[in-house]
């Protein structure tokens, strides 16, 4: 999600993609205000709502370790205890405001996102004025906390980072490099210059952190991966001036960025050099690239927009059913010359009220041997698993979402993002806390047994080793 409040860009906009085959439910009437509706296979197994000191701030994204799930929030974090997934507890909670917090996890280190300009770097920061002088003082960027013990996360370290951390992406080094490496996604959408954010904005930051000493964390590069506003050079199109999010799969040496303007294939053979091995660029639907997520080998990636910045009510007749969506690329060819070939668009099958804001957002694989699924998040379109096995003719296998927040007026809420784990579907939902699904269905049968220790969706691995 773009920001809602930061830097003064309020509910920033964008472009977007789309759909494909139409299940019978396609018509399905607009639920109630917080009315729950569902296809039959899946079902919410449990729920709490946000509370305490990070109540009324938004909740973000996940990461996941062990029994425990972690997630982020304007305000901080919250440790959930989930060693029953019927039965989740609030273990903890994490007091440290800053946008958006977006979180990951490696070893006993969980490392957070700060991307609003605060006072200085500890968890008792103010918020900085977008109309203050360039000369204050400001910091954003990278956290990292110690979670050896879940239930008291320690504050080790704190890296500043040009133009904050709107979103971060975890490589482990390899070999005999017992160090990890955040890939630090920001950019500058309000075209101010400023301490901290200056234009042109074309890099990402990489921030080494020894296993060993996480204090001796610092920026070891600032790759520049986007030279003159990005590869198309398309004045009709959004110019990509730096990545919204990356997602990384290691053991292939690869990433895929959704950089602005373009999805973006890397070599991350080198983690301190990342460079570009190919681009794409859709000037029709899309033009704000979000997320991206590969199958399992690396043989498709596909990339989200999130047209309306996220606080736009973009799933309905007006916007259509090629905008605001999914565009599913085959990755062809070998090494150094791949390229990404478009496949289909997809988009959810099920017009929202005007008053939801509704379009694509953050999911993940499910583990199912020989299928490419993914459960995916809609803001208030709700949570949708669906199956690209055949990246031309994607199809719908379940969905489930609440009504508007509001049928008076746009209210921004819904869910940030829907992860599978462990045999469960985890759902951030912004306004209204953590919601736990199960789905059972013949087609991802395989996946209920499959078992992962660290989970972290902008990291991938290999499911068929867990």
Known sequence: MKHLASRGTAVAAILLGLLVATPAHADTAIPGVDE??????????????????LAGAFNTDWAF????????????????????????????????????????????????????????DSCASASVPASSPAETPRWEGIKVFDISDPLNPAYVKAVK???????????????????????????????ASYTNCALPHDKISI???????????????????????????????????????????PAKDIAAGACMGDGVLLDISNPVAPSVITTVRDTENFAFWHSATFNNDATKVVFTDELGGGGGAECNATVGPNRGADAIYDI??????????????????????????????????????????LVQAWYQGGISVWD??????????????????????????????????????????????????EVKDHRIDKAKHARTYLFNAQTQSDYRSW
Request: overall charge negative; proline content about 6%.
């Open 332 to 373: 062809v060819g070998k090494g150094k010359k791949l390229s990404l070939r478009f496949r289909s668009y997809f988009k959810i099958p099920r017009a929202n009220a005007d008053t939801e804001n509704c379009v694509a957002h953050n999911g993940s694989l499910i583990p199912v041997p020989g299928r490419d699924i």
């Open 388 to 437: 690209f096995t055949d990246s031309s003719r994607p199809t719908e296998i379940a969905y489930w979402e609440r009504g508007p927040l509001s049928t008076e007026s746009l209210v921004v809420g819904g869910s940030w993002s829907a992860y599978w784990y462990n045999g469960f579907i985890y759902s951030s939902d912004i306004q209204k806390g953590l919601d736990v699904l």
């Open 36 to 53: 729950i509706v569902s296809s039959p296979n899946i079902a919410q197994v449990a729920h709490l709502d946000t509370a305490g000191p």
């Open 207 to 249: 921030v080494k952190v020894p296993l060993k000493d996480p204090t001796a964390a610092a920026v070891v590069a600032t790759p520049v991966l986007f030279p003159d506003g990005g590869f198309g050079g398309d004045a009709d199109s959004s110019a990509t001036t730096g990545c919204h999010d990356i997602t990384a799969y």
């Open 65 to 120: 370790k062990g029994t425990y799930a972690f997630d982020g929030n304007y305000n901080g974090f919250t440790v959930y205890d989930i060693s029953d997934p019927r039965d989740p507890r609030v273990a903890t909670q994490v007091l440290c405001p800053g946008s958006q917090n977006d979180l990951s996890i490696y070893g006993d280190l969980l490392f957070v996102a700060t991307d609003s300009q605060r006072t200085d």
């Open 161 to 191: 980072t040009d133009c904050g951390s709107h979103t971060q992406t975890m490589v482990p080094g390899k070999g005999k490099d017992h160090s990890v490496y955040l890939y630090v996604q920001s950019y500058n959408l309000s075209g």
